[in-house]
Each structure stands twice: as C-alpha cells, then as structure tokens.
C-alpha cells in the first residue's frame, strides 16, 4: 500500500538498509564527509584515554549513523510525496569495525498545522546485538 | 581524491592554532569559507552511506521529480561543515567527540551550489567533569536561500 499521510498510524514502523561497518567503510566516511578526526583513523591515539572514556580502538562517525538514519527517512518519504524537514539525533553507544547497524523508525504522531500535515517518527539505530547505538526524532512534511 | 588531495587531512598539523575550551567565546562567529558543491563530492558521500535513490545520481530522473534536477540529501551538511571551514577550526581538534546533533532542512542542496556558512559556537558548560560546546550552523546557496540549519553538541578534548 502506499504511504499518505491519511493512512499512516502511530506505531507504523520503517525499516532502514542494514549497514556493516568495517575499518574501510569509516575510512571512506572520511574521505566522504571530510572528517579525519584520529578517532576514526589512528588506533595508537585510540590506546589513550579520553577523560574517563577508553574506546580501545577506532570507532565509526557518529555522522555515519545520522547518514543512514537520513537515508532510511527519504527513502521512505520520496515515493510518498514526503519531505524529509528534521532529524535530532543523540550517541549512546560507539560504533566498532565488525558491527552491523540498522535504523529503524517508528511513527508517533500525527499533526496539522496551518499550512501543511507533518508525520513526527521515533528513530533508532541498533547493532548486531540489539543495543541501541542512536536515537532521535524525525518530522516529515506531507504537502496537503 | 581530488577533494581530500585539496584538503588537510591530518588534522594534528594545525592542532595548536586551534581554540581550546577555554578560548572559546559563545556567540562570536566562526571563520567559514564558501565552498563549491559539486557532483563528485555528492556521490563520493552518497557511497560513504550507501545512499542510492536516483534523485542524488540520474539527472533524466531528478528532472521528473518536484525538484527538477540532481540535489543532494539533506545530510550532506556532514561533508559541509568540514569543507566550509578552515584547517584551523575547533570543530577538527583531534579528539573532538560528537554527541548529537539536531537538523532542520529547507530547501535541498544542488551539485554547483556556492555554500556558504555562518556558524559560531552558541553555548559551552560542563557536566560530569566533561568540556561541552553547543555550535550553531546555517548553510546558504549562493542566492541567499537557506539550505539547513542545525546544532551540535561536542565533547572537547582536555
């Protein structure tokens, strides 16, 4: 069935591309993204602490999961006639080479303002053992 | 690469003109650059995450769409916020943590654009013993249209 805006409903849930993370696939997220931050690339630096964090190795870009969770609402959205309008995201755990991640979304509500229909979506991203790596919140725009 | 030959990649060679924390000052505005878009720099991020909707890559396509042409996606302020900076911005101190970020997205960016930014830092503070800074962010095209706007948290190196 196609997705509107009419017949959407809380709790309908979008499933995102399955994305496995390996030290080649950060690597080319720092050549996309032009972020070469050691974190991502130096495994020395990662021996170190940082505060009292110790990651004991390089981790993916946050970014990379707010790329994918993007990925998952457009595509989502295009066949729809949707626009993807806002993404709020937060980090709740590192991202390693060898993990594979997924976003999800969950739709929770619905509302009309004056000139347009907007879709508010739960987001998460979650890895191979089904912690939650990300999380945030994404409104669409359904054009009336 | 022709984007990263022309790119400082080892963000530890301007390490110390970088503002630490404390130099930081809330409100005061960042350096920025104007920065050309173009098609290679939208499909070598598109590859980065896997994005392949035809919009971002098949111009016959796009030109069927609302937009009427090739755009990027709205996450393509990842690649921007570095490449409308210069090498001695805070946002690359190595060590940086991100710990979110919030977007809003107006109109999309095209392969060509002019981007121009204007950017600060809005806020700083401490929590558990943690340096945080808020920055600020608003993407233009070369008409003056906002592209995006949005803010992040950071985790400063010590």
């Known amino acids: 069935m196609t997705t509107t805006f009419e017949n959407l409903g809380e ?19 720092c050549d996309g993204s032009l972020d070469y931050n050691p974190l991502h690339l130096d495994d020395e630096y990662m021996k170190g602490s940082f505060g009292k964090t110790n990651f004991g190795g390089i981790i993916m870009h946050g970014m990379n999961n707010f790329g994918l969770i993007t ?33 999800t979304g969950i739709v929770k509500s619905k509302q009309v303002t004056a000139n347009s229909r907007w879709v508010l979506i739960d987001v998460m991203v979650k890895n191979q053992a089904g912690e939650k790596v990300a999380t945030g919140e994404a409104m669409v725009e359904f054009p009336s | 690469m022709a984007q990263a030959e022309a790119f400082e990649t080892d963000f530890w060679k301007h390490a110390n003109l970088r503002k630490v924390w404390d130099d930081i000052v809330p409100g005061e505005p960042r350096k920025t650059i104007p920065y050309t878009l173009t ?16 919009i971002y890559f098949d111009e016959a396509y796009a030109k069927t769409t609302r937009y009427g042409g090739l755009i990027a996606p709205p996450s393509i ?16 101190s190595p ?17 060509g654009d002019v981007i121009r930014l204007e950017a600060r830092a809005l806020d700083k503070f401490i929590k ?16 003056g249209d906002v592209i995006c706007s949005g803010r992040g948290w950071t985790i400063r190196p010590e």
């Open chain 2, 39 to 54: 098609r290679d720099a939208i499909e070598l991020y598109c590859a980065s995450v896997g994005e392949d909707h035809p």
């Open chain 2, 128 to 143: 558990r013993e943690r340096l945080f800074v808020v920055h600020d962010n608003v993407f233009f095209n070369q008409q």
């Open chain 1, 71 to 103: 990925r998952m609402i457009t595509d989502w959205a295009y066949p729809a006639g949707a626009i993807h309008r806002r993404l709020e995201t937060r980090w709740v755990k590192p991202v390693k080479p060898g993990d594979t991640i997924q976003p």
């Open chain 1, 11 to 29: 709790g309908d849930t979008i499933d995102g591309p399955k994305f496995e993370v390996s030290r080649e696939s950060i690597r080319l997220f």
């Open chain 2, 95 to 111: 060590g940086t943590v991100n710990a979110g970020q919030s977007w809003s997205y107006n109109i999309p960016a095209r392969p």
């Open chain 2, 77 to 92: 302020h990842i690649l921007l916020m570095f490449a409308c900076t210069p090498a001695d911005d805070w946002m690359r």
